[in-house]
């Protein structure tokens, strides 16, 4: 079992930065692919990037692609999220997920 903490949440003006991070205790956190998601208020729980176990492969969704990188580290049991060119749109709570496991999440918040 992993158990996950984000932090780096915030508020931060349009067309600034934000670097999330994603603690993960236990000693899976190396065996599973890592992803992001993030909830708006009143929408649905949407996708934004996922990496595998190894770091080698990463995915994003269209919407964040080019704006935002996803990275882990192994060795630390950490992940992160860089969140560059932010947009009011990208506000929302962050989770990242390892394992079928989910954090308690993290506010961003991009002001116009």
């Known amino acids: 079992q992993v158990q996950l903490v984000e932090s780096g949440g915030g508020l931060v003006q349009g067309g600034g930065s934000l670097r999330l991070s994603c603690a993960a205790s236990?000693?899976?956190?190396?065996?599973?692919?890592m992803g992001w998601f993030r909830q708006a208020p009143g929408k649905e729980r949407e996708f934004v990037a996922a990496?595998?176990?190894?770091?080698?492969?990463?995915y994003y969704a269209d919407s964040v692609k080019g704006r935002f990188t996803i990275s882990r580290d192994n060795a630390k049991n950490t992940g992160h999220l860089q969140m560059n060119s932010l947009k009011p749109e990208d506000t929302a709570v962050y989770y990242c997920?390892?394992?079928?496991?989910w954090g308690q999440g993290t506010q961003v918040t991009v002001s116009s």
């Open positions: 997920t390892v394992g079928g496991e």
């Open positions: 990496i595998s176990w190894s770091g080698g492969s990463s």
């Open positions: 236990g000693r899976t956190f190396s065996s599973y692919a």
